[in-house]
């Protein structure tokens, strides 16, 4: 189901369909490093990730992360935005991720910007945070290219990493 669509861009609703494409991106270098290895290695736990996150998270509220398509690329699927309630966060939290030989041409601003909307447009969400590594500088730059203004540092996870909180109000 498409949820937005800008002039490069269609975001959808992921769904077990995608389990593929997801077990290709839970397994590139850049989200190992920034984000953790999930121990996702075949379609089928892919598959069961959806179900149990994404699936989950659009039934409990209403929102998610979404899956960027370049239209020029007959919908090639190349990353995935959204939003997440934490229960160690006070916001709702916006993430990205992004196959590699998609960075830096201007499409994760693009879907960022438009997760940004749909938060405060479509889901009435007033304050949007984000979390991420010190030393993942091309999230950083996205974050301040969005408006989010670095806060503190936090942990909110049990393996007791320190992150960077950034927030926006909408």
Known sequence: MIVAETDRLILSKITTDDAAFILELMNTPDWIKYIGDRNIKTVEEAANYIQNNQ????????FGYYKVQVKAEKLKSIGTFGLLKRDTLEYIDIGFSMLPEYHRKGYG????SEIVHLAKNSFNIKMLCAITLPENKPSI???EK???SYQKTVKPF???KELLFFVKKL
């Not at 699936?55 to 209403?62: P, S, V």
């Open 146 to 148: 969005l408006g989010l």
């Open 55 to 62: 699936l989950k998270c659009y039934k409990e509220h209403g």
């Open 141 to 143: 730059r996205l974050l």
């Open 109 to 112: 601003f693009e879907a960022a």
């Open 158 to 160: 049990e393996d007791d």
